[in-house]
């Protein structure tokens, strides 16, 4: 009976054997396309024009397509106009404009090659893929214009399209929305394996992209999830965020993008820190604010004051929560004011800079008043940002804590082991979990804590969110401490020193690799792991490729923030049907003054060859559709059987 509910169900889009017969077919004929282009990124860490321009240019890939097909006909220049015109349709039709003394014969000739470029791209698509890809309303003309094969007629029916475009005012639009539709199609899928957040100036634009990308995921990177612990409202993850954006001159995201109210912030540290110079907490500019400038000094400032209330609020939770075993980071009662000192890990180190005129000695980890005022006027503004809110639940609906998909195990940073290789357990609920249990349990919890924090029984909700930013065990953070007090207040950068996971160096052995491949369920002989969090340094001759090819890390440095140390700007790692590759990127170039862009082609190179080509009907979205079939197929038999009545 269940059955045939289901069957009845499905003939509501489907009514009649025709309708079934013609989806099958459909089906069918899609699962011997070739796989589409699966594209990986991780770290993107705020860096948006990085990250849109290596979307933009599917990281190297439209530009090789340009060259394949004009290399022979058209000049350096004009290829790099081509490309400039896909990967900024916007930027370059501006620049063209002030350039170009015809511009309708500019027009023609553009959409002539653009045809071509995305013929090149879309191949391996069905057209009805191909059309659901293009803009709307210019979608049946460049069907048309895609698919116009009479050759005798076609160069006229080119001109009158294009030439209809041009009397009609409509050029300029149809080239941008077309330039566009290259990209989507050259990007078939989507993974941002995590740190979308911090430290660049824009992650809201970012998620603003994402948010219009036809198909992507997310695995949560510990950046992240304590911008996710924020938009849940809780005090630790609020500070460190703020002060993390702060330290980092991002002004125009957080009060412009998200709305978050920086006047309490920055009146109480006007109040408290007038005369103290606050020196040691100097922005690093890497961008400039366009719409909220803050001064230097000002932000030093805010960055002490949102500091001091972080490691209150942080001792706090940490009191509250034994279980997270966190108490070798209750560092304000360590603190020595009569010698200037501190002592850490039993070790006594000199302070440089021992204003600290809201803590109290007898109770440094208690707020004042007007602290705990501030931290509800902040955490007002995280909630009742509808943007932030509105990008945190794309976050969670498309998102995860890893991710399987056509057998690549995807997660940010590590499975948490000791020196043995043995995974360790984290003590939640009176159980230890570990490995894949671990992970399962975390994605369930944070998912609870934002989404129904009324059944968090234990502390408060986005606590979970917090210990995985930046505790021991966490599968995110991937070290033994976060020594954020350390850097701030400590000039000797021995105390600074955060030690890294055993699972770094014992992944470089392909059988710790397998192991993980295999605790996911997955067969290590034809598996691959991908995962981020660690810059990887090139210049030091260090590779993405670890464990026998079995695991690749690709944080390659998008942020500007950690260039000096890789020596590159970014990885994208690429899995079409035929090969996997890595794309490795060089610092992105802004527009010149006069529109113009400063091309660093990435250099490309394969890490596996397909020992056949890999064909839709091979990959989980063709376990879907053949599941789906074999449904059509039973209701198509329900039809002629006369179980279920067709309707027309």
């Known amino acids: 009976m269940n059955r045939i509910q289901y069957l009845k169900l499905l003939a509501k889009d489907y009514p009649n054997i025709k309708a079934v017969t013609r989806e099958i077919i459909n089906l069918?004929?899609?699962?011997?396309?070739?796989?589409?282009?699966?594209?990986?990124?991780?770290?993107?860490?705020?860096?948006?024009?990085?990250?849109?321009?290596?979307?933009?240019?599917?990281?190297?890939?439209?530009?090789?397509?340009?060259?394949?097909?004009?290399s022979e006909s058209l000049s350096q220049e004009e290829r790099d106009g081509l490309a400039a015109l896909i990967y900024n349709p916007e930027a370059e039709l501006k620049r063209r404009k002030e350039t170009e003394p015809d511009m309708k014969a500019y027009y023609r000739k553009t959409i002539f090659r653009l045809i071509e470029v995305c013929k090149s791209v879309s191949t391996k698509y069905t057209r009805s893929k191909v059309r659901r890809r293009l803009p709307e309303y210019y979608d049946y003309i460049i069907d048309e214009l895609l698919h116009a094969d009479d050759e005798a007629n076609r160069a006229y029916y080119y001109s009158e399209i294009i030439n209809s475009l041009i009397t009609l005012g409509n050029a300029e639009e149809f080239v941008t929305e077309f330039a566009s539709s290259i990209s989507n199609l050259a990007v078939d899928h989507l993974h941002i394996i995590g740190d979308i957040f911090d430290r660049g100036a824009h992650p809201d634009y970012i998620m603003d992209f994402l948010m219009k990308f036809h198909d992507v995921d997310f695995q949560w990177g510990n950046h992240d999830?304590?911008?996710?612990?924020?938009?849940?409202?809780?005090w630790a993850c609020i500070a460190n965020v703020l002060r993390m954006n702060i330290s980092y001159n991002n002004f125009d995201m957080l009060e412009i993008g998200y709305g978050i109210n920086l006047r309490p912030l920055s009146v109480f540290a006007e109040r408290f820190y007038g005369d103290d110079p606050c020196e040691y907490f100097m922005p690093k500019i890497l961008d400039e604010n366009k719409y909220d400038p803050v001064s230097a000094k000002t932000a030093a400032k805010m960055h002490k004051a949102i500091a001091i209330c972080q490691f209150k609020v942080e001792g706090q939770r940490i009191k509250s929560r034994p279980e997270y075993e966190m108490d070798h980071r209750l560092v304000l009662d360590k603190i020595n004011h009569e010698k200037g000192t501190v002592v850490i890990d039993g070790i006594e180190w000199e302070l440089r800079d021992t204003n600290f005129p809201t803590i109290n000695p007898e109770d440094p980890y208690k707020f004042t008043e007007d602290e705990k005022d501030l931290m509800t006027r902040l955490a007002a503004s995280f909630l009742q940002s509808e943007k932030l809110q509105k990008h945190i639940r794309f976050l969670y609906s498309h998102g995860a804590m890893y991710t399987i998909y056509n057998n690549n195990l995807m997660y940010h940073?590590?499975?948490?082991?000791?020196?043995?290789?043995?995974?360790?357990?984290?003590?939640?609920?009176?159980?230890?979990?570990?490995?894949?249990?671990?992970?399962?349990?975390?994605?369930?919890?944070?998912?609870?804590?934002?989404?129904?924090?009324?059944?968090?029984?234990?502390?408060?909700?986005?606590?979970?969110?917090?210990?995985?930013?930046?505790?021991?065990?966490?599968?995110?953070?991937?070290?033994?401490?976060?020594?954020?007090f350390e850097r701030l207040f400590i000039a000797d950068k021995a105390s600074h020193k955060e030690t890294a996971s055993p699972y770094y160096k014992l992944t470089e052995e392909q059988v710790h690799c397998d192991r993980i491949l295999t605790e996911f369920g997955l067969d290590p002989k034809t598996a691959h792991i991908l995962t981020g969090h660690v810059p990887v340094k090139v210049k030091d001759g260090k590779s993405p490729s670890k464990g026998g090819g079995k695991l690749f890390i690709i944080d390659g440095g998008m942020s500007k923030a950690y260039q000096k140390d890789t020596g590159i700007a970014g990885y994208t790692f690429i899995y079409n049907s035929r090969f996997m590759a890595l794309s490795e990127h060089k610092p992105y170039s802004p527009l010149k003054p006069d529109g113009s862009q400063e091309f660093r082609d990435p250099l490309i190179r394969t890490v596996e060859l397909l020992e056949k080509r890999m064909l839709i009907s091979d990959t989980d979205k063709g376990k879907e559709i053949k599941q789906t079939v074999s449904n059509l197929t039973e209701l198509l038999d329900a039809y002629k059987r006369g179980e279920i009545k067709e309707t027309f």
């Open 28 to 70: 069918k004929a899609i699962l011997s396309l070739p796989k589409g282009t699966e594209y990986m990124l991780s770290d993107l860490h705020g860096e948006h024009e990085a990250f849109i321009h290596m979307i933009k240019s599917a990281s190297g890939v439209i530009r090789n397509k340009i060259e394949e097909l004009y």
């Open 225 to 234: 999830i304590v911008w996710m612990g924020a938009a849940a409202g809780n």
């Open 413 to 484: 940073g590590c499975i948490p082991m000791d020196e043995n290789g043995d995974y360790i357990g984290l003590e939640i609920d009176g159980k230890s979990l570990k490995g894949k249990e671990l992970f399962d349990y975390l994605d369930e919890n944070v998912r609870k804590e934002y989404f129904s924090p009324e059944e968090v029984t234990n502390g408060y909700p986005g606590d979970l969110m917090w210990y995985l930013w930046l505790g021991k065990r966490s599968p995110l953070f991937a070290k033994n401490k976060m020594t954020t």
